[in-house]
T-cell receptor, first 117, second 114 residues
């Protein structure tokens, strides 16, 4: 079974530039998450999708971050304009929906490491 | 709101010694609890999970954790550390009222000395 795919693995940009990250979840997983992991910290949820609808985006800095999940499969996370403090690893994860027996186990991709100079 | 506290951001043990990583949680409903491991430049991998069945949960690589409701704890243990166990470990709690959203602790970096 293929895992969660993310790209690019690494990205270096200058502040005020834009960047986009892509995620392809495990087939059949209705729930998709984007987490931000700053060096030395635990992952922080940015946004959670159920199919193509947003369940929780309360911690997403909406003035610069946006995310979409067209057709309820792939997802993109965009940052525009980037700030120095956005340097982090952006982790995508997917899981079975709770109403399909999901118990909260998340399956993570390898992450996209962003460096903002 | 749920929260997770991991005591000790760094833990160092000798190879062959007991590993104990501490996790305490706060939840207003019976929780699901998880331990994930992260190796350098990789994503998070599930070690084990508690979903209201047996309170002693066994995971991969010889790790286990015990759910203690009275202490709101879910500490991770391994009887004998191996060099390959060196990694970052994250405890997490799932909010079943919010679509199983996971809240993570700050992580504990385990170092294993030869």
């Amino acid at each position: 079974e293929a895992g969660v795919a993310q790209s690019p693995r690494y990205k270096i940009i200058e502040k005020r530039q834009s960047v986009a990250f892509w995620c392809n979840p495990i087939s059949g997983h209705a729930t998709l998450y984007w987490y931000q992991q700053i060096l030395g910290q635990g992952p922080k949820l940015l946004i959670q999708f159920q199919n193509n609808g947003v369940v929780d985006d309360s911690q997403l800095p909406k003035d610069r971050f946006s995310a979409e999940r067209l057709k309820g499969v792939d997802s993109t996370l965009k940052i525009q304009p980037a700030k120095l403090e956005d340097s982090a690893v952006y982790l995508c994860a997917s899981s079975l929906a709770a109403d399909r027996g999901g118990t909260g186990e998340l399956f993570f991709g390898e992450g996209s490491r962003l460096t903002v100079l | 709101a749920q929260s997770v506290t991991q005591l000790g951001s760094h833990v160092s043990v000798s190879e062959g010694a007991l590993v104990l990583l501490r996790c305490n949680y706060s939840s207003s409903v019976p929780p699901y609890l998880f331990w994930y491991v992260q190796y350098p430049n990789q994503g998070l991998q599930l070690l084990l999970k508690y979903t209201s069945a047996a309170t002693l949960v066994k995971g991969i690589n010889g790790f286990e954790a015990e759910f203690k409701k009275s202490e709101t704890s879910f500490h991770l243990t391994k009887p004998s550390a191996h060099m390959s166990d060196a990694a970052e470990y994250f405890c997490a709690v799932s909010d079943r009222r919010a679509g199983n959203m996971l809240t993570f602790g700050g992580g504990t970096r385990l170092m294993v000395k030869p």
